[in-house]
């Protein structure tokens, strides 16, 4: 570990202590229910959930889930001149790519 951080054995040495600490105090308060709860109600945990909830719920409202489900419909009645099967697997793939470009920009 000393040779991988550069550092001394010394300075090693404290920081494991302190993630020693810190792992003590953290099994010694994280078993109880009430820990949790506070953990949970903190602002950077509600905020991010919040957003969530309201991202799925307005997405249930919003239609998409049907779109992909009758999509070989639609296709067939605006009478497009590929094959509607080859057509729904072409918006599903644009889907997927849209879901993992989306995912890779919002984690950064």
């Known amino acids: 570990l000393c040779s991988l951080r550069g550092l001394n054995p010394e300075k090693v040495q404290q920081e494991l202590k302190m993630m020693e600490i810190m792992e003590e105090e953290i099994?010694?308060?994280?078993?109880?229910?009430?820990?949790?709860?506070?953990?949970?109600?903190?602002?950077?945990?509600?905020?991010?959930?919040?957003?969530?909830?309201?991202?799925?719920?307005?997405q249930s409202f919003s239609g998409s889930n049907m779109v992909g489900y009758y999509t070989v419909t639609i296709l067939q009645m605006a009478k497009i001149p590929l094959d509607e099967n080859i057509a729904s697997i072409?918006?599903?793939?644009?889907?997927?790519?849209?879901?993992?470009?989306?995912?890779?920009?919002?984690?950064?």
């Open 27 to 58: 099994r010694g308060g994280g078993d109880s229910w009430k820990y949790k709860l506070g953990m949970l109600l903190e602002k950077s945990v509600l905020m991010p959930m919040a957003i969530l909830l309201f991202l799925f719920f307005t």
């Open 90 to 108: 072409l918006i599903a793939a644009q889907y997927l790519l849209g879901y993992l470009f989306s995912s890779i920009f919002v984690t950064r």
